[in-house]
């Protein structure tokens, strides 16, 4: 060989730098160049978008928003939300750089430039036709809007992108005040239910955006904005002339009038659309005889016509359904481990009140301080509990009312027992969450309703209510409370009446990340046990051997007495009104970050 | 901008220019030795494409001998080097057979690239034999076929190596035949090994009563709460109640290490050969015996190695070099393939009063509960074995013209090597029912339920070739005063890996080296490199990496020639530019086809459900990192000056400074905002400095018939790390930028607080930062508030401590003979790192109780103040109090968990004897010694006395100590 060989070796060899052939992976042209690969980017963009406030969406690791809203206990001491209910909100988070917040603020910008390359890359994709080409596009607007209400009702104004960012654009933006991050919502929502169809036509796709969920987005934000929280003239804490950030700077009963419109679009599209709130065995203020069934289908049954828009999730051994399924069925495939998950995630006696007997009155539950009850009056008063409650719940000595006669959902087998002395005296509760698996049987996952055809007449009831049309107020609440089982409201004060509805938003969706910003949003006195301050649970005596140990604690026939009890107590300051937005992002300083963090 | 592009015209041109100088000048020269194909352990400096005198070297590279690290009886080659080589960092790793790897790294670190989340070790490159190999295929080449390892540490020896360089290369060089008559060489050597240490956990009694505390603790001092009744604790005493050294249970007191070689070597002017045989057999310390059912770790080890010169023409040498490797190794099947190291956290885990190991009285049934259902006696015993078995096969092929009749002093080269190893691995396994007090409660505790032993497939773990060419032409020549030695090499490269190293990774190279001296004075080499690589967008693959070099041979000059006492001085200085392409390390877009960031790829993120009822999973494709066009290679400009003197003979002494500049290191761009949707935007953007000195030293001499040498080494470096792009941090002092790599940053404990610090409702004190961790109580660290603002949070973490890559290694070593005897000694010692006690799996020996922990000796120093009980360690307690629930707030990292990692260890002890050679010479044979020998008995560490915890390994399977006798025979 000489020199020259050498050479030529190497000009000869001009490919061999090349991508070598086992490096291959999909690329951004061969994911849009057809139906099977653009639908998987579709589908990312979903399961990232719709899982904001989720377990899984990494708001919060370990626990649920029902751990820090007042409706459920926080967990396990050593779980996330411990954290929480210790310190509050934080712009810094210490173990990682998100905040600690109810946001996954990366995440969510994640999630809508996702959305967006899905919306300028799908016209790539020559075998699906044009048509569905624009419905994809619709879509796609839908899942931005629904992710940027989200942030709103997070946030107020935050920086708006209308297109997935490339490096040499200008990254540097600055939040939009609240008022310009409303209208962006409102814009892309009408976009998305212009682009979208009424539903689409192959069942495999049941589940997509449909326009009445664009419709929904675009209510529900319209809502929130006129709450008074964003509603009013003054901040709920300065930010001095940044303060168009968090609040509107006036107080307008015209965004009241415009939640009307909206979400009066909603049910009108629904009734012809086959949407429609489930009430089989009652009419206009007349109890429902199967309130039971009805509203557990609405919340349980996948699928099914009371649900506009569900986050759809089915992956065996995922924790996230071990945050509400109180059996071993939590612990998917064998991996019984996962049920510690629910241990100490149960119902407080602050949220217990809420729930009226089945005859529409309110329940008489001992307070802290009261003498011990006996366990009977604890079992006689479970029982009598309204249809909603008894869906939602599965109380200490009580076999499950929502799976009746199914072994696995007997107390026995579903629980660790309540608080007591000699025991645990913290996170059983009053009772555990069974929310979701009304008749599932041996069904461990379920399907969470993002919108329930319910929101939108309890939407309708406040806005009513607020602008003084107490008639329309109750006619919307009552297609609500009725459904449920319980005879129509008439009180027509509007304060009163307010009051009424609030707690009706409480009973009808709990456990589903509504009460956690209904509370902020309508200011409510937070910290005095609503979410903050003294939190309670029920504490049980227990009978004893001859020895002076306890006897079995999930044996019913070993209770003796219950009352209540402060177990912890909940941090809670106005500045969490509205989230912290990360402390990395703040210190680029490009954006303003929400007061008191 | 672009990288400047040289065109290949313009090498051949240097090239040519290289070789034609000389072949000009030769007409009036004189011709010299070949000196490029020297062997043996004579004074020269070895490197890529030829070894150098050592006068003439100018170059930092530090060489061991094989015959030095066979002193270390260990199947792997990587624990055979510490402290052998100045600047070599080596971090011993954990003691199992078959998994354990010393970390090792060239100047420290030099680049934090590939090092986001794991160790600073690992990212030199090495070389066997001139070709580049894995860190798999050298782990297991016995000390037996090496002839030298060396590292090659700054510009001019790193010179040729291009985007190989950058951190370091290990060239290792295997025994050759010469010319000689032929002998046959038998050694063996067996040894015990054992835990250098092992922390056990506190007795039942002492757990207990500590558990005890720690509820008080939880329940604001309220003594009703024990767990443990005065009942239970006297039981725990007296023996009745379940007090289990788990340890006890399923180690033994000694594992085992065996080997022997043989090797033939010899040859005449035509066939030279050196051909080794070698076995290995290393048991591990678990006592299980070998049967159907069930294993002790163990690997056995066969290597097999021909190497074969020739010369088969007047002007055509050859040789052929086959080197294989064989491992079969068994574990019990505790979970992992290939390993028990998720066993020792078990192990470590598991408080002594559990359970006893069986449940019933018969010792039939095994106990196990939900918390603890990994009984760690059944886990050895009951859970079948699992064996993995590796072969490496590695075959060169040279061919060299000597040209000498065209030009004298010109040859040409060509080379080829194909190196393959493959991996697989199969199991073994059964399970077993879990009982608890089976007496009262006759079934089992968890789902686990007996099952006898099935086999399991065969796995395939890793599958990869390497295939390397290489042609040179050289060029050696001596006319009057002055002497060239040169060469230029063209090497393509070609790895391919199949499996879970699925990538392809393909360079070429085209290198150079030319060293010119005059009257052996004056030494001047450039080197020079000119490097593709597949790993970026075209237009960025190629770059020119030069080198100069110098040395003054200062004792050669006439003032010195003559001077007794200075019988050598030399001053040499380096710098040049080398790269690193590793595009795909430690990034965390590696494992994504992030090693080719100018795609744009998509991958798997889970499923979306869709569908009416029943749910379909509709699975997703979703973006991964952001791609860049313009990345290119981190670049390396290291400068290097030395010194090397031999005085009266008999003192060594060599003396190297070093500075390393890095630039363009590939780091993820943190100055994008997040609203980008993501945040992993890549680019040449980073900068790291690293500097140091090494020092060694050797003096060798005789009193009467002793005689003796002493030696020692010493190398520090000190990295910054200047520019990373951190996310921007709310203080200074809170980041890493201008730290040094690994630097850890937490919380300033500043002791427990006190009762005197709480309101009577338990409030802290107005005036007292308020930690942001969660409500605490007396006994509790307390931190400082560095940013002053009432608040202990995220925005008060500084750095604590040092690097856990020591800033200093040294070494020292005394060695004696007398007549037939020698005594050697060899200490190794460390200095400037730092442990976290409560990082990873750290935590299992030092978080006490939290999540039903166990809990160890540092526990009982726990803050507490029950003046009834008697207990009242406020002025001494070394540890926070006690608690059974999370407590964020004490287990922060923080400067209270940061221990030195400092250490001295004794690595090494021999004793030996050669019987003389009138006594032996009449059976035929030509050498015999025997020996007794110490590996890594004595350990001098804080961290150990202290905690009971191994400087190095403070966690897992634990490094070993052996003691071993060895025979070596000549004939």
């Given at each position: 060989m000489s020199l020259g060989t050498i050479i030529s070796i190497s000009s000869c060899q001009k490919n061999f730098l090349q991508k070598p052939d086992t490096t291959g992976a999909t690329t951004l042209e061969s994911v849009f160049s057809n139906r099977t690969t653009a639908e998987q980017a579709i589908a990312v963009a979903y399961r990232q978008t719709l899982v904001q406030n989720l377990w899984n969406g990494r708001a919060i690791d370990n626990g649920t928003l029902s751990g820090i809203s007042g409706e459920m206990t926080y967990g396990e001491s050593w779980a996330t939300l411990a954290q929480y209910v210790n310190s509050g909100f934080l712009a810094k988070f210490y173990q990682n750089n998100r905040a600690q917040s109810s946001d996954n603020y990366f995440d969510s910008f994640e999630a809508v430039r996702r959305s967006f390359i899905a919306y300028e890359n799908i016209d790539k994709a020559a075998d699906i036709p044009a048509d569905e080409r624009g419905w994809i596009k619709g879509e796609m607007k839908g899942l931005i809007a629904y992710r940027y209400m989200g942030m709103m009702i997070h946030y107020g104004g935050v920086p708006l992108l209308t297109k997935a960012l490339s490096p040499d654009d200008n990254l540097n933006l600055p939040r939009a005040t609240l008022q310009q991050t409303l209208d962006y919502v409102v814009k892309t929502a009408d976009e998305a239910t212009a682009a979208l169809p009424d539903r689409w036509p192959a069942d495999k796709y049941y589940g997509r955006f449909v326009k009445g969920a664009a419709m929904a987005v675009k209510a529900k934000a319209l809502i929130y904005a006129a709450r008074p929280l964003f509603n009013s003239a003054t901040p709920y804490l300065s930010l001095g002339a940044n303060s168009n950030l968090i609040c509107f700077g006036s107080a307008d009963q015209k965004r009241w009038t415009d939640a009307i419109t909206a979400n009066e679009a909603v049910i009108a599209w629904g009734n012809s659309n086959g949407y429609s709130i489930i009430n089989t065995g009652g009419g206009v203020n007349i109890p429902n005889v199967n309130a039971m069934a009805d509203y557990g289908t609405a919340t349980s049954t996948p699928a099914n016509k009371e649900v506009l828009l569900a986050y759809k999730f089915d992956e065996a051994g995922s924790k996230f359904f071990a945050w509400y399924n109180p059996t071993t069925l939590a612990g998917v495939n064998g991996n019984h481990n996962e049920r510690y998950l629910l241990d100490h995630y149960s119902t407080l006696s602050n949220f217990l009140p809420f729930y009226y007997r089945n005859d529409g009155t309110d329940q008489s539950w001992p307070k802290p301080g009261d003498a011990a009850r006996p366990y009977q009056d604890y079992y006689d008063r479970m029982q009598a509990m309204e249809p909603r409650f008894k869906a939602d719940n599965v109380a200490h000595g009580i076999d499950a009312w929502n799976n009746p006669g199914n072994n696995y959902w007997t107390y026995a087998n579903a629980t660790k027992g309540p608080n007591g002395p000699g025991r645990e005296s913290y996170g059983h509760g009053v009772s555990k969450s069974s929310k979701f698996y009304y008749g599932a049987g041996t069904r461990y996952w379920f399907e969470y309703p993002l919108f329930r055809m319910a929101e939108f007449y309890l939407n309708l009831a406040e806005a009513y209510n607020e602008t003084g049309n107490s008639v329309k107020a109750l006619q919307n609440l009552n297609v609500v409370h009725n459904r449920a089982g319980l005879p129509s409201i008439i009180e027509t004060d509007q304060t009163k009446l307010r009051q009424i509805i609030q707690r009706e938003w409480a009973v009808e969706f709990y456990n589903e990340n509504h009460r956690f910003f209904d509370i902020k949003h309508w200011k409510l006195d937070i910290g005095n046990g609503i979410a903050g301050g003294d939190m309670r649970e029920f504490q049980f005596n227990i009978a004893k051997n001859a020895d002076g140990s306890y006897k079995d604690a999930t044996v019913t026939a070993n209770f003796l007495s219950y009352y209540d009890q402060k177990t912890y107590s909940a941090y809670w300051n106005p500045k969490m009104y509205l989230d912290p937005f990360p402390q990395e992002e703040i210190d680029r300083q490009v954006i303003v970050q929400n007061p008191g963090y | 901008m672009n990288k400047i592009y040289i065109s290949r015209g313009f090498l051949a041109g240097v090239a040519l220019a290289m070789l034609s100088l000389p072949v000009m000048a030769q007409k009036s020269g004189v011709s010299t030795k070949d000196t490029s194909s020297k062997t043996g352990s004579a004074e020269y400096v070895p490197g890529r494409l030829f070894n150098l005198p050592k006068a003439l070297s100018t170059g930092a590279v530090s060489t061991v001998s094989g015959q030095t690290l066979y002193h270390t009886p260990t199947p792997n080659l990587t624990n055979t080097l510490y402290g052998r080589l100045a600047g070599l960092t080596v971090s011993q790793g954990p003691g199992e057979p078959g998994n354990d790897n010393a970390g090792l790294a060239v100047r420290g670190a030099g680049s934090y690239f590939g090092f986001v989340n794991s160790s600073p070790y690992s990212r030199y490159k090495i070389f066997v034999d001139g070709f580049e190999v894995n860190a798999n295929a050298v782990s297991g080449i016995s000390p037996a076929e090496i002839d030298q390892v060396s590292i090659l540490k700054d510009a001019a020896s790193l010179a040729t190596f291009g985007l190989r360089g950058s951190n370091g290369v290990i060239w290792i060089t295997t025994k050759r035949g010469s010319v000689g008559k032929s002998t046959v060489t038998v050694q063996t050597r067996t040894g015990l090994q054992q835990a250098i240490n092992i922390n056990k956990p506190l007795d039942s009694y002492t757990f207990a009563n500590l558990y005890n505390q720690a509820l008080y603790n939880d329940n604001g001092g309220n003594l009703s709460v024990a767990r443990y009744s005065p009942a239970q604790l006297a039981a725990y005493q007296n023996g009745t109640a379940p007090n289990v050294d788990w340890y006890n249970q399923v180690l033994k007191k000694n594992g085992s290490y065996s080997d022997a070689d043989v090797t033939f070597a010899g040859g005449d002017t035509v066939t030279r050969y050196n051909v080794i045989l070698n076995y290995g057999n290393q048991g591990g310390l678990y006592n299980v015996k070998n049967t159907d059912n069930t294993a002790n770790q163990g690997l056995q080890r066969y290597n097999v190695r021909a190497n074969l010169d020739f010369t088969l023409l007047k002007i055509v040498d050859a040789s052929v070099d086959l080197g294989g490797r064989f491992e079969d190794l068994q574990y019990p099947n505790t979970g992992s393939t290939g390993t028990t190291s998720g066993f020792w956290n078990t192990l470590a885990a598991y408080p002594s009063n559990i359970y006893n190991p069986y449940a019933d009285a018969a010792m039939t049934k095994y106990s196990g509960t939900a918390i603890y259902p990994n009984n760690p006696l059944a886990s050895i015993q009951a859970l079948g074995y699992g064996s993995q078995h590796s072969r490496v096969l590695q075959g060169n092929f040279n061919f060299k013209e000597r040209l000498d009749d065209l030009t004298k002093g010109l040859y040409l080269n060509e080379a080829f090597s194909v190196v393959s190893y493959f991996q697989s691995a199969t199991s073994k396994s059964a399970t077993y029912a879990r009982y608890f007090d089976f007496a009262n409660n006759p079934n089992p505790t968890t789902n686990d339920r007996f099952s006898t032993i099935k086999s399991n497939g065969i796995t395939p773990l890793r599958q990869e070739d390497w295939k390397q060419l290489t042609a040179t032409i050289g060029y050696d020549h001596k006319f009057g005063d002055h002497q060239l030695i040169s060469a230029i090499n063209y090497h393509l490269s070609n790895y391919r890996g199949d499996g879970f190293t699925g990538f392809a990774y393909h360079y070429e190279n085209i290198s150079g080296r030319a060293n010119y001296s005059y009257k052996s004075r004056y030494v001047a080499e450039f080197g020079f490199s000119y490097f593709g690589t597949d790993a970026f967008a075209p237009g960025n693959r190629w770059g020119f990496y030069p080198a100069v070099s110098a040395a003054w041979i200062v004792s050669n000059e006439s003032f010195l020639k003559n001077n007794s006492t200075i019988s050598f001085f030399k001053i040499r200085g380096s710098v040049g530019k080398t790269g690193n392409a590793d595009s795909d390390a430690g990034l965390p877009i590696s494992g994504q086809n992030g090693r080719l960031i100018y795609q744009q790829y998509y991958a798997s993120a889970g499923n979306y459900y869709l569908g009416d009822g029943s749910a379909n999973g509709a699975g997703t494709l979703s973006n991964l990192f952001i791609p860049n066009a313009n990345v290119g290679a981190e670049t390396s400009m290291k400068y290097d000056i030395g010194a090397d003197v031999k005085l009266v003979n008999k003192l060594d002494l060599s003396v190297d400074v070093f500075l390393d500049k890095r630039s363009n290191i590939l780091t993820v761009d943190n100055t994008i905002p997040r609203l980008y949707g993501s945040n992993l935007a890549i680019g040449n953007i980073g900068r790291q400095t690293n500097k140091g000195i090494e020092a060694t030293l050797a003096y060798s001499d005789k009193i009467g018939a002793v005689g003796y040498t002493v030696s020692g080494l010493a190398a520090y470096s000190k990295n910054t790390v200047d520019y990373f792009s951190e996310v921007p941090q709310a203080y200074a002092y809170n980041g890493a930028t201008g730290l040094a790599l690994g630097t850890p940053r937490g919380l300033v404990a500043t002791g427990y607080y006190q009762l005197s610090d709480f309101n009577a409702d338990g409030s802290l004190k107005t005036g007292l930062a308020v930690p942001q961790f969660g409500k605490v109580q007396p006994g509790d660290l307390k931190y400082q508030d560095l940013d002053n603002n009432g608040k202990v949070d995220a925005n008060d973490i500084t750095a604590i401590g040092k690097p856990f890559l020591p800033e200093l290694t040294y070494a020292f070593s005394a060695n004696v003979n007398y007549k037939g005897f020698d005594l050697g000694a060899f200490f190794q010692g460390v200095s400037g790192s730092?442990?976290?006690?409560?990082?990873?799996?750290?935590?299992?020996?030092?978080?006490?109780?939290?999540?039903?922990?166990?809990?160890?000796?540092?526990?009982?120093?726990?803050?507490?103040?029950y003046p009834s009980l008697g207990i009242d360690t406020r002025a001494t307690a070394t540890y926070p109090r006690l608690s059974t629930v999370t407590n964020s707030n004490n287990y922060q990292t923080s400067s209270f968990w940061l221990k030195s990692g400092d250490y001295l260890r004794i690595r090494n002890?021999?004793?030996?004897?050669?019987?003389?050679?009138?006594?032996?010479?009449?059976?035929?044979?030509?050498?015999?010694?025997?020996?007794?020998?110490?590996?890594?008995?004595?350990?001098?560490?804080?961290?150990?006395?202290?905690?009971?915890?191994?400087?190095?390994?403070?966690?897992?399977y634990p490094p070993l100590k052996s003691y071993n006798i060895g025979l070596s025979v000549k004939f």
């Open positions: - | 730092s442990v976290n006690i409560i990082s990873g799996n750290n935590a299992i020996q030092t978080i006490a109780f939290i999540n039903n922990a166990n809990a160890y000796a540092i526990a009982q120093g726990a803050w507490a103040y002890i021999e004793l030996g004897y050669t019987l003389s050679t009138s006594l032996i010479g009449k059976l035929g044979l030509n050498k015999v010694r025997v020996y007794v020998n110490a590996t890594n008995p004595v350990t001098w560490s804080s961290l150990l006395s202290d905690y009971h915890m191994d400087p190095e390994q403070p966690s897992g």
